[in-house]
């Protein structure tokens, strides 16, 4: 009996450390100097983080530190999707940042034509928003992974459920 071997691609974040990046983001806006007057909150709900703040100048060292807190968190760039600043009450501005997970249609086609394409003997099926990919040989998933790393898709895939 032939057994095949299995994993699924999908694009996600660690939710924990999501909200410790927010809470560290919110602490060092309180103590900065440059930042400490200017009334900013950056605030996570269940898809998006909100951003409060007086100028789009703080605004831009807000993303800065947010940046920093989430790369070090090991927390990709790209599943932030920064949507169009706001002008709110007493001069002050607002932005939602998309929070992005999921792997979208066209992509998980981009990335089962990939990989049909490229190795022949794997097979790339499109579930939902993640995308399976089975072989008869683990070596052959390897070098899925290996082809999915080499490439520059504007979301960020992890390789889940490999057996």
């Not at 269940?46 to 807000?62: G, W």
């Not at 001069?91 to 998309?98: K, N």
């Not at 939902?128 to 290996?146: H, T």
């Amino acid at each position: 009996m032939a057994s095949t071997y299995s994993f699924d691609i999908v694009s996600d974040f660690d939710r924990q450390e999501m909200v410790n990046t927010v809470d560290q983001t919110a602490r060092e806006i309180q103590s900065r100097y440059d930042l400490k007057d200017t009334k900013s909150t950056v605030e996570l709900g269940e898809d998006k983080i909100s951003i409060n703040t007086d100028s789009e100048f703080t605004l831009d060292a807000i993303h800065g530190i947010l940046r920093a807190k989430a790369a070090k968190r090991n927390l990709s760039l790209k599943i932030f999707e920064y949507g169009k600043v706001e002008s709110a009450s007493g001069s002050r501005v607002r932005q939602e940042v998309v929070l992005k997970r999921g792997i979208s249609q066209e992509l998980a086609k981009k990335i089962s034509k990939l990989i049909r394409d490229e190795l022949k003997k794997v097979q790339a099926s499109i579930q939902g928003d993640a995308v399976r990919v089975s072989s008869k040989s683990k070596d052959d998933l390897q070098e899925v992974i290996q082809l999915l790393k080499q490439q520059d898709y504007p979301a960020a895939l992890q390789f889940t459920n490999y057996r």
